[in-house]
């Protein structure tokens, strides 16, 4: 009697469940409206759209509101409909948006920057609007009166924007690759402290208030996971991007990061697992391993009669080895490597099977991602692009 055929086994993905196409520009934020079938988008082309799905299964807007200048950011509050929308000449004008999401009534503007708003926050516990801008300023407003309350200079334009309501520290990452930690009063802020680890600018951040640990995203490709609460200063890298990380997401219950970058990719990282921080790297005239000299190493090569090597380093020891005594590469997924990097020889032959098991999955969400909204409460990611269109995303075969 045949053998039954086995049951391929399922490739557990994130389900595409709609498309919002229609903006005449590239839509810069976008966030999914909660208990509703519904999507609110700023864009390029100065509108701020309300999507609402109908019975035919598509999106129309039911809102279409142009604004005097091109919308760079947003952010909405579900409890008070308030929608506070940034603007490429500076300005924030908010808005509270009807029951029905039908309307939009605008309660103030104000004029918080001298140029493009980046980012917009706003704290509900607190009655505050913090935002960063092209000037390099970080501001934070009361949102009642729409009062200037204080402002910060940053070394540059600011991507990066969190907050913890429970300490009132505000965590700003910018362009030179920064991070930095202000604890904010009612009316005046100092600087606890400024952290680099990234090579390339700070495009996003992600706070997690439950383990305090902070995750950053950059133009470099990685992806900084720094514990601020266990005052270890511990920084972890995750390499899973081949091009710029564009957003972060983190799934409490959980414990997943979603990154998603330039390159399409939607990264989902299991942050359950014991992480290793990257060893620094080593400096040596010479081989670590076979000590063949370095070629910038004169004497040594001249002594030796030998010419000089070009320095590598292994990313699991950091040692500081010469191609051939480095021929080898594997994954070392507990220390934030998925892809495949440079190691010695020696700690080819150390790392198991086991150490190699992946703890992230990788998925291709077919459009260059400039921002990511998820919900929570019902595993939906939405991931906007720079060919103009909303994508809807059912995570929970991944996120679970």
């Known amino acids: 009697m045949a053998a039954e055929p086995q049951p391929k086994a399922l490739t557990r993905k994130p389900l595409l469940l709609n498309k919002v196409e229609g903006s005449q520009e590239v839509v810069n934020m976008a966030a999914i409206v ?6 609110i988008s700023v864009s390029e082309d100065r509108t701020v759209r309300v999507w609402l799905k109908r019975d035919s299964g598509q999106y129309w807007p039911s809102i279409y509101h142009a604004m005097p200048s091109p919308c760079s950011c947003m952010s909405f509050n579900p409890e008070t409909r308030r929608l506070s929308i940034g603007l490429d000449n500076g300005t924030i004008s908010e808005f509270i948006l009807s029951e029905d999401y039908n309307k939009m009534t605008l309660v103030k503007s104000y004029q918080a920057h001298q140029s493009r708003v980046i980012m917009i926050l706003f704290v509900l516990e607190m009655e505050w609007v913090l935002s960063t801008g092209q000037d390099k300023h970080f501001t934070w407003h009361c949102s009642e009166s729409g009062q200037r309350l204080g402002g910060y200079r940053t070394s540059a334009g600011a991507c990066g924007l969190q907050f913890d309501v429970e300490t009132r520290h505000v965590f700003v990452g910018d362009h030179s690759g920064q991070v930095t930690i202000l604890k904010l009063e009612q009316e005046s802020c100092s600087l606890v402290t400024t952290f680099k680890g990234h090579t390339g600018g700070v495009t996003a951040l992600c706070w997690d208030p439950i383990q305090r640990v902070l995750f950053s995203g950059s133009s470099d490709h990685s992806i900084i996971m720094w514990d601020i609460g266990g005052r270890k200063g511990t920084a972890i890298e995750q390499q899973g991007h081949n091009d710029k990380v564009q957003s972060l997401s983190y799934a409490h219950h959980t414990r997943q990061l979603i990154s998603c970058g330039a390159d399409g990719g939607i990264v ?28 910038w190493n004169f004497k040594q090569m001249w002594d030796s009669k030998k010419i000089g090597l070009k320095q590598h380093h292994c990313r699991k020891c950091g040692k500081a080895v010469c191609g051939k005594c480095s021929s080898k590469r594997s994954s070392i997924p507990l220390m934030g490597f998925e ?6 020889d020696s700690c080819h032959e150390s790392i198991t099977d086991e150490e190699r098991a992946p703890t992230a999955t990788f998925h291709d969400s077919k459009h260059n991602i400039v921002h990511v909204h998820f919900d929570a409460t019902r595993g939906w990611l939405l ?12 995570m929970t075969p991944v996120v679970s």
Request: charged residues 35%; negative net charge; aromatic residues 12%.
């Open 383 to 394: 991931t906007s692009g720079t060919d103009k269109v909303i994508k809807l995303w059912d």
């Open 34 to 39: 909660p208990k509703e079938d519904g999507v």
């Open 339 to 344: 892809f495949e990097v440079r190691v010695c």
């Open 268 to 295: 989902v990282w299991n942050m359950d697992v014991e992480r290793q921080e990257t060893p620094e790297w080593l400096d040596s005239d010479s081989c670590q391993k076979c000590d063949q000299p370095f070629f």
